[in-house]
């Protein structure tokens, strides 16, 4: 058998994540994430992050998300405006309140 490709490795991957998707709950991958998340503290930070990113794509695929740069944004500048003590600022190429669209800067919230 010959090692996969890298392209057939992200393909099985895919698949993989979305057959994942497809079987599981809401409830059943978000208390997935719960218990991983406690994790944090005593697992390898590589093996830790490559689970949580796993778990994440599994939850995008169920609720079928895929954020945009400017959704990614707006999150950490209401992060910045809500913590302006802490942490650093934003780039100079992103003005806050100008750079971002004004609807992304409202908080969406999630019907159940």
Do not use: F
């Not at 500048?77 to 942490?87: Q, V």
């Not at 806050?96 to 992304?104: D, I, K, R, T």
């Amino acid at each position: 058998m010959q090692a996969l490709t890298k392209k057939e490795k992200e393909n099985a991957y895919r698949e993989w994540i979305a057959r994942i998707a497809r079987t599981e709950s809401v409830e059943a991958i978000k208390a997935h994430m719960i218990k991983h998340s406690y994790e944090i503290y005593d697992r390898d930070p590589s093996l830790w992050c490559a689970s949580m990113e796993n778990m994440l794509e599994i939850y995008r695929a169920k609720m079928d998300v895929a954020n945009t740069v400017d959704e990614k944004i707006s999150r950490l500048a209401n992060h910045h405006n809500k913590n302006k003590a802490k942490g650093p600022l934003p780039p100079k190429q992103i003005r806050l309140g100008e750079w971002l669209p004004e609807e992304l800067l409202r908080v969406r919230l999630i019907e159940k």
